[in-house]
């Protein structure tokens, strides 16, 4: 039986089937839902690029898709743009959307919420816009800041320039090398010193071990001392002592009449002076105690 299908009816089905497929792969690349979804209208003053097929972004995640911008030649101080959103999101009265371009230059909207969740808007209604000032935006704020530095820059480049040309910053440079080095010396140094404490540590340690014996055997020695026995002998020494310190201060006895009693330091001041005088009068008078004979004295 001859198949009904010929091929050119069969080249026919696949161009068909190709463009479909052509028309929805378009339609998703572009963003742009195929089931359709609830649509809101947004006005702003500068879409800066905004155009049919970019994102809706509600904190950070994509909710919809713009479906088309219209532009009014008669008046270019409002552009309404009619994006889609899922039907399941829920748009508060006082939400408002801004157009925002990242680095990349991609352009897209940002849609956020009204304070209210149970005053909602309804497919249709139409919200504010505003223009976000986006990194871009920043960026190009800056560039007057930028080119008020630019002189102060070049300034500081050129005393840099100078700093370095200068003789003083090298001959600097070169302490800095010969510092280095020698520090690098002293930690040799050290580290040897540090091997050489760390062989002699054992013998320390025995030095050490050997003076802890004898400190020791010193406290055995003290520990068997009758330090009780010593300090009453001590004490009875000192009892003594007083004993006698106390007979002295009073009028009895010998020693404490000889102390006390004045009467013997005048008998010994006037035989001084009785001897003193007899010496004056020894020197004055020998012949009246000394007597000289050329022949000898006579027997009695």
Do not use: W
């Not at 800095?176 to 690098?184: C, G, P, W």
């Amino acid at each position: 039986m001859k198949s009904i299908f010929t091929k050119e009816i069969k080249v026919a089905f696949t161009a068909v089937v190709g463009l479909l497929v052509l028309f929805f792969g378009l339609q998703f690349l572009k963003g742009l839902s195929v089931k359709k979804g609830a649509s809101y209208t947004v006005v702003f003053t500068d879409v800066n690029g905004l155009s049919q097929g970019n994102p809706i972004y509600c904190n950070g995640y994509k909710v919809g898709t713009v479906l088309d911008v219209h532009y009014d030649f008669n008046d270019m101080t409002r552009i309404p743009v009619t994006f889609g959103l899922n039907p399941q999101l829920n748009v508060p009265a006082g939400s408002y959307a801004e157009v925002e371009t990242d680095m990349m230059g991609n352009v897209k909207i940002l849609l956020h919420m009204g304070p209210n969740p149970l005053a909602l808007l309804h497919p249709g209604d139409t919200l504010m816009g505003r223009q976000a000032s986006g990194l871009m935006d920043k960026a190009a704020g800056m560039v007057p800041q930028i080119e008020q530095m630019l002189p102060k820059l070049d300034s500081i480049l050129t005393a840099v320039n100078t700093l370095m040309n200068d003789p003083a910053l090298r001959s600097a440079l070169h302490n800095v090398d010969a510092t280095t080095q020698q520090l690098n010396a002293t930690t040799t140094q050290l580290a040897q010193l540090s091997r050489e404490l760390n062989r002699q540590v054992p013998a320390i340690m025995q030095h050490a071990d050997g003076t802890l014996a004898n400190t020791e055997q010193l406290t055995a020695r003290l520990n068997t001392i009758d330090v009780s026995g010593t300090m009453a002998s001590v004490q009875r020494t000192l009892n003594n002592v007083e004993q006698m310190t106390a007979a002295i201060n009073s009028r009895e006895g010998t020693l404490g009449l000889l102390l006390h009693d004045t009467s013997l330091y005048d008998n010994m001041n006037n035989t001084m002076k009785d001897a003193d005088a007899l010496m004056q009068d020894l020197k004055l008078n020998p012949k009246r105690y000394v007597h000289f004979s050329v022949f000898g004295k006579k027997a009695k």
